[in-house]
């Protein structure tokens, strides 16, 4: 109730600042120019603002100090800066161009360009000495003051304009602070807003003879090595640090280096690291351990432990040599805190080539945080690399495979399609850290390891082969995604190797042009690793070489992963999608239209895609609850002409970042409203996915987990009871209400499909009320049609965050009644008989 309060006094102000108007043909006081004054905080901690006056004595900010733009320049972790904009209006066409300081130092400066203040085009940045380049030379006059806006001293640029820009602006920034209101609605506020409800009885005429073809590859998942997903996650090695190649460039942790996670017990001499013939140029750097008297033992605590359990069996791996001596036992075991052993095996070591050796570990007892240890048994220097230990017991039984219990959770999502390795980490944190998949294929010892965007180390031991045998046991499609030959805009690490102000953040720098023909190579090697013939191709020979000389049938790549459409972009996208449409056309290649559902980079990305025809786009936007309770017709409206939607990373956002029934609730909602479009929208996946409890960097996940729990969220069941009904074909149905309040209608989801590989009805409901909602369901039956429906509810309050779904059977006819908990989602599957 205050923030309706708040908004219609909004509106009263913006109302009592326009002129009074008589008739339609007589405009009472309107002055035929104002003056506008373009400024920002004084700090260059907020975008573009703009205030107005009729006197160019008495100011008004327009909207309490909109930002009509801000700056997009600088890394994670820094705000982006805009100090002193400078707005300028061409004399000619009247479009307009700001111009700012990115730095406090002043050395490097951005422009854009709006036809209105309202769209912006993306932002181009250049050094200070350059100004001259890009000023307008045919430009309003502007003069620079210091006023007094909202009670601060600023500083900015006066200039002339008409007042039908200010009115414009007023309409603009009064329908966003509309939009925004709409947004921030939430739950909490149910108790006001529908203080007077009662139970609401709807009633849903579901006419089956009338439908449309939608997706069936709706309902997917995205991983990305965040939040220790892979390494620690995912992946099934227990060993941390087995490659001996943390290095402190890839986190800013105190002690994260190259013995990060190992120590070194009853020795005089100090753990060592070389890097003098290694096993592979790809990891140059190993362990030695000088053995002068016995009772050495190398020791590493896995990720916060290593879990084992009674009576699995772990394989152990590394491979040795010896410096000094010509044949070493060693003693391989897991170990308590307290030095009690539950597994050993023996192993020996000789000769000054590395060899590769194995055992088998037997558990003897459940332990939550065991150690690894390695003890030479006779004096000799010793040197060991890649040391591994793996349960035997991975999802479907895969060597170097992943972690039972969470590959079955994602596997119960039924997902259709597997989108990898990442969004952020795909692009990478300079141009050195894009992401290449041939160095995350072939022998452990030969992957190269990458420094984690997200401030870790990836062994990528979880690596390209990996993922498509991980998709291939769970029936999705993989959807890979690599960089558009750009890196992050975001990115802390220099593209350009240069010192500069502007290349030191890599958001100008692409690939160079003359190195984009390899790396467009290694694109079009990447689906002929997929697809290629085991014995006619070089990268089909190569997959079967790991094992699989059948295709995986790759269907779908992503190129760029929420860019800046900025020219750079833009040039070199267009070179890989020309280069994969001429040698592969049969591949559907996904775009990308930036990180959020609109401002300049959605523009220039979807009007990038209908310009080359791209077959679909990837769009992203996490959201309040409220958004998506108030923006069910997003796509209603769509082109059904131009590239389809892959809406790949979205979630709900409430305060506090939590993950409750009101978060999943309205995913449902919005769930219900994509299906209705899914003939525009052909997938979906929530963001992110997976969350190491201990090491969550990103709130909220899907799933999250330590080393001996899988903990879904409630939006994880939501996911699972769309995963698991989904359709191919949408059943058109009204609802109508007893309560014609529109915040009713918004909180209510009806979605009818038809699954097409048995032909059942699937019906999904959704109540985001704080009642029930008494509803008599019209649907004509059919003679194979089984009157016992299975029935599923997820159901609870909105601030409840461990929930889980309840799932029965129900007695349906052609006009049967179903009373919908509040606060509820329930599917209703009507099978064949």
């Not at 995986?552 to 760029?560: A, R």
Request: charged share 20%; with cysteine; proline share 4%.
């Amino acid at each position: 109730m205050n923030k309706l309060i708040r908004f219609l006094y909004i509106c009263l102000l913006g109302i009592m600042a326009l002129p009074v108007r008589a008739g339609t043909d007589r405009v009472v006081n309107i002055p035929d120019s104002v003056y506008l004054f373009s400024y920002a905080s004084a700090d260059g901690s907020s975008g573009l603002k703009l205030a107005w006056s009729h006197d160019s004595g008495s100011w008004v900010s327009i909207a309490s100090g909109f930002e009509f733009i801000k700056c997009d320049f600088g890394p994670w972790g820094m705000q982006k800066k805009m100090f002193n904009p400078h707005l300028m209006q061409n004399k000619t066409d009247g479009t307009w161009r700001c111009i700012w300081t990115l730095t406090s130092s002043g050395k490097a400066m951005a422009y854009a360009d709006s036809p209105d203040l309202l769209k912006w085009g993306y932002q181009s940045h250049f050094k200070t000495e350059e100004l001259t380049r890009y000023e307008l030379q045919n430009v309003e006059k502007t003069i620079q003051k210091q006023l007094v806006i909202d009670g601060s001293n600023l500083s900015g640029w006066v200039q002339k304009v008409s007042y039908s820009l200010v009115e414009q602006l007023l309409r603009y920034t009064g329908y966003k602070s509309y939009q925004q209101m709409l947004s921030e609605e939430s739950a909490e506020q149910d108790t006001v807003r529908f203080a007077d409800l009662n139970p609401v009885t709807a009633t849903i005429q579901i006419n089956a003879d009338e439908s449309k073809a939608i997706s069936e590859h709706l309902i997917g998942i995205f991983f990305e090595d965040i939040n220790y997903a892979a390494d620690g996650g995912l992946y099934a090695e227990l060993v941390q640090n087995r490659d001996f190649e943390y290095t402190p460039d890839e986190c800013d942790k105190e002690g994260w280096n190259a013995t990060h996670s190992w120590s070194l017990k009853g020795s005089n001499v100090p753990l060592s690291i070389e890097t003098d013939s290694p096993v592979h140029p790809n990891n140059p750097h190993y362990a030695v351990l000088e053995v002068q008297e016995q009772g050495v033992t190398l020791l590493n605590s896995g990720f916060d432990g290593i879990m084992v359990k009674k009576g699995e069996k772990y394989d152990f791996s590394l491979f040795g040599k010896m410096l000094d001596g010509k044949k070493g036992k060693i003693k391989v075991a897991l170990v308590t805190k307290e030095g009690k052993e539950i597994a050993q095996a023996m192993i020996t070591v000789s000769g000054n080539d590395w060899k590769k050796k194995h055992a088998v570990l037997t558990a003897s007892a459940d332990v939550a945080d065991a150690w690894l240890a390695i003890s030479p048994q006779s004096i000799g220097k010793y040197a060991v690399d890649i040391v591994s230990l793996f349960p035997q017991n991975t999802f479907k039984g895969r060597k170097n495979g992943l972690r039972i219990d969470l590959a079955q959770t994602l596997a119960d999502l039924h997902p259709r399609f597997v989108r990898f390795p990442g969004g952020c980490v795909a692009h990478g944190d300079g141009i050195d850290n894009i992401y290449d998949w041939k160095g995350s294929i072939g022998s452990l010892e030969s992957r190269k390891p990458k420094r984690n965007t997200w401030g870790y180390h990836q062994t990528r031991g979880l690596g390209y082969f990996e993922y498509f045998l991980f998709c291939e046991d769970i029936g999705a499609e993989p959807l890979p995604v690599l960089a558009a030959g750009v890196p992050c805009q975001n990115s802390r690490t220099p593209s350009c190797h240069s010192t500069d102000e502007i290349s030191s953040y890599g958001q100008q720098c692409g690939i160079p042009l003359e190195e984009m023909g390899a790396y467009i190579q290694d694109i079009l090697d990447l689906i002929e690793y997929a697809n290629g013939d085991a014995k006619k191709t070089v990268w089909g020979k190569k997959r079967a070489e790991a094992g699989h000389p059948e295709p995986f049938n790759l269907k779908y790549i992503g190129i760029g992963n929420e860019d800046v459409i900025s020219g750079v972009f833009k040039e070199r996208f267009t070179m890989i999608f020309n280069a994969i449409k001429e040698k592969y056309p049969e591949i559907i290649v996904v775009g990308t239209v930036g990180p959020f559902f609109e401002g300049t980079d959605y523009d220039e990305g979807w009007a990038l895609a209908t310009e080359l025809g791209v077959p679909m786009v990837d769009e992203h936007y996490y959201v309040t609850p409220g958004w998506l309770v108030n923006n069910q017709d997003y796509y209603d409206h769509y082109d059904r002409t131009k590239s389809k939607v892959y809406l790949g990373e979205y979630a709900a956002h409430a305060r506090g970042r939590v993950c409750n029934m009101e978060t999943a609730l309205s995913e449902a909602l919005y769930l219900t409203a994509i299906e209705r479009n899914g003939d525009i929208v052909s997938m979906t996946s929530y963001a992110p996915l997976l969350a190491n409890e201990k090491h969550i960097q990103w709130s909220p996940d899907l799933i999250y987990f330590n080393n001996s729990e899988v903990k879904p969220t409630v939006s994880y069941y939501v996911q699972q009871m769309y995963g698991q009904n989904s359709g191919n074909e949408y059943i058109a149905s009204s609802v109508s209400l007893d309560n014609v309040q529109g915040a009713v209608k918004k909180r209510i989801g009806v979605s009818v499909v038809r699954e097409g590989t048995n032909g059942d009805l699937i019906l999904k409901l959704v109540n985001m009320l704080p009642v029930s909602v008494k509803t008599s369901v019209k649907l004509p039956l059919q003679n194979d049609w089984n009157t016992t429906v299975t029935k599923t509810v997820l159901v609870g309050k909105p601030q409840d965050r461990e929930v889980c779904p309840v799932s029965g059977t129900m007695q349906i006819d052609e006009n049967f009644q179903y009373e919908m908990p509040a606060y509820s989602f329930t599917v209703l599957r009507i099978h064949k008989r």
